[in-house]
């Protein structure tokens, strides 16, 4: 897929009605990227004031502990999530405590989140827009808090495996037990016993 195709699939995301003056500016304020697997796309500790959106492929957000172990604790796709930003720098003004790096060979269009912030203050479309979005992911991540805390993880793993099949699909082994909290080997005992 060409750039001009990419910046297209965002367009078609967007409730801009073919607002040129908008579509010209976004171009000016946006970059393409394309990343390999593992490739850091927000860095730990770094202060980022971009929004992404996920153009193909898929990406992993890891915590950083204080041991300096990795933790899952966010999956995106093209079609999951696909709009997301570095939520300690925009809203904390501070540096990241978290990294994400793409899972696999991933393309994303990167925009400059105060260009997009100003643009959403003038139209209530965009901020009509904005709002869902937020709140699709807000939802999920109150949804995966949720049953993670009130199921025994075998209940939480077959309910993710009923409501987000495409975590089994996409992502490692090893991303996913650390997303529920549990150790490989223990992830792979549940999926014996759950037959998948």
């Keep these: 897929m060409e750039d001009s195709q990419h910046f297209n699939f965002l367009l078609e995301k967007l409730p801009i009605n073919d607002n040129q003056e908008f579509i010209h500016?976004?171009?000016?304020?946006?970059?393409?990227?394309?990343?390999?697997?593992?490739?850091p796309l927000i860095a730990f500790q770094s202060n980022n004031r971009?929004?992404?959106?996920?153009?193909?492929?898929?990406?992993?957000?890891?915590?950083?502990?204080?041991?300096?172990?990795?933790?899952?604790?966010?999956?995106?796709?093209?079609?999951?999530?696909?709009?997301?930003?570095?939520?300690?720098?925009?809203?904390?003004?501070?540096?990241t405590d978290y990294e994400i790096k793409a899972n696999e060979k991933s393309v994303v269009i990167a925009v400059?989140?105060?260009?997009?912030?100003?643009?959403?203050?003038?139209?209530?479309?965009?901020?009509?827009?904005?709002?869902?979005?937020?709140?699709k992911l807000l939802v999920n991540i109150d949804l995966f808090r949720n049953f993670q805390l009130s199921l025994t993880s075998e209940e939480?793993?077959?309910?993710?495996?009923?409501?987000?099949?495409?975590?089994?699909?996409?992502?490692?082994?090893?991303?996913?037990?650390?997303?529920?909290?549990i150790t490989n080997v223990w992830l792979s005992n549940l999926k014996a016993k759950i037959i998948f």
Excluded at 25 to 39: A, G, P, Q, T
């Design 112 to 135: 400059d989140f105060d260009f997009l912030y100003l643009k959403i203050q003038n139209d209530i479309h965009l901020l009509q827009f904005y709002i869902r979005e937020t709140e």
């Design 156 to 181: 939480y793993l077959k309910w993710l495996y009923d409501n987000y099949p495409f975590i089994f699909q996409r992502f490692a082994s090893q991303n996913i037990a650390s997303f529920m909290g």
């Design 50 to 95: 971009k929004i992404y959106f996920i153009v193909e492929g898929s990406f992993i957000r890891n915590i950083i502990t204080s041991r300096g172990e990795e933790k899952t604790i966010m999956f995106h796709t093209e079609s999951f999530c696909e709009f997301f930003k570095s939520y300690d720098t925009v809203y904390f003004h501070k540096a």
């Design 25 to 39: 500016h976004l171009k000016d304020n946006c970059s393409i990227l394309s990343l390999d697997k593992n490739e």
